[in-house]
């Protein structure tokens, strides 16, 4: 049984083909990251897998159960969470308070205490979200996805906009996540994505262009020349 599988998908807004027949499927407890270039359509996908979009054609199934049909709440209570590309929090709550209220939706058993323990993050618990840094609120979105302790976690550029050092710290939350939660990561930076991911995926236009193991993506020369570019050869 996969993870993740998506068949066959297709959604287009007006006249723009966003997705264009794409499957792929996604083993559990798998890393995946899904990688190509802006306004090729990863966003839709997720939120295609997650329901928040549907789909023109095709069919989406999660742990072996055809969810197409589904609400994004149902899909949630099969263990799916995910992450914004932008901030998606109470910015006028404190940590805390945040961390609490999504205790409390979901019915969770955690202690916010031991949760913020548990990531390094309890000595900033009364300070409002506002005015954490970016990248700390860019860690606290992740935890939010957390307390609903899922079995598959969908991240859409939990990195952007951080610093190095920051971006160090979430990657390492993430590498930190036990291996029976799935991960799929969008991500532009490559130094996250040869870090975290087992296999990657590379969209273009709407269509898997391209999948296989961080050496393999590294390495092909259609992947290094659309996406990766020259620059960024000689880093990785
Ligand atoms: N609700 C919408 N209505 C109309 N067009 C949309 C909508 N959502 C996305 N698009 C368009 O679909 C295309 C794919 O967008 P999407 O956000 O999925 O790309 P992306 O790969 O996540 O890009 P980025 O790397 O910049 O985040 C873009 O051209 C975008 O403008
Ligand atoms: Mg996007």
Redesign the pocket.
């Given at each position: 049984m996969k993870a993740i599988e998506v068949k066959d998908i297709t959604k287009k807004?007006?006249g723009?083909k966003?997705l264009r027949h794409l499957s792929l499927s996604i083993a559990p407890g798998e890393r995946r990251a899904i990688i190509?270039?802006?306004?090729?359509?990863?966003?839709?996908?997720f939120n295609i897998i997650t329901g928040v979009t549907k789909p023109d054609s095709g069919k989406i199934y999660v742990f072996g159960k055809n969810v197409t049909r589904l609400s994004p709440y149902h899909r949630a209570r099969l263990g799916l969470a995910r992450t914004f590309?932008r901030n998606n929090l109470f910015f006028n709550l404190s940590l805390l308070d945040n961390i609490n209220l999504a205790l409390q939706v979901n019915r969770s058993q955690l202690k916010a205490k031991d949760f913020l323990e548990n990531w390094a993050l309890y000595h900033r618990k009364n300070v409002k979200v506002k005015e954490l840094s970016y990248g700390e609120q860019r860690q606290v979105e992740l935890l939010l996805a957390l307390v609903q302790s899922p079995r598959l976690m969908l991240l859409d550029?939990p990195t952007a906009g951080v610093s190095q050092g920051e971006s160090r710290v979430i990657t390492e939350m993430i590498q930190r996540l036990p291996r029976e939660v799935t991960v799929v990561i969008?991500e532009?930076d490559m130094e996250v994505v040869f870090n975290l991911a087992d296999r990657i995926t590379v969209?273009n236009r709407g269509q898997v262009l391209y999948e296989g193991n961080r050496e393999e993506v590294r390495t092909h020369p259609t992947v290094k020349d659309i996406y990766l570019g020259a620059a960024e050869e000689e880093d990785i």
């Open positions: 807004y007006g723009l966003v190509g270039p802006n306004g090729t359509g990863k966003t839709t996908l590309q550029e969008i532009h969209l």
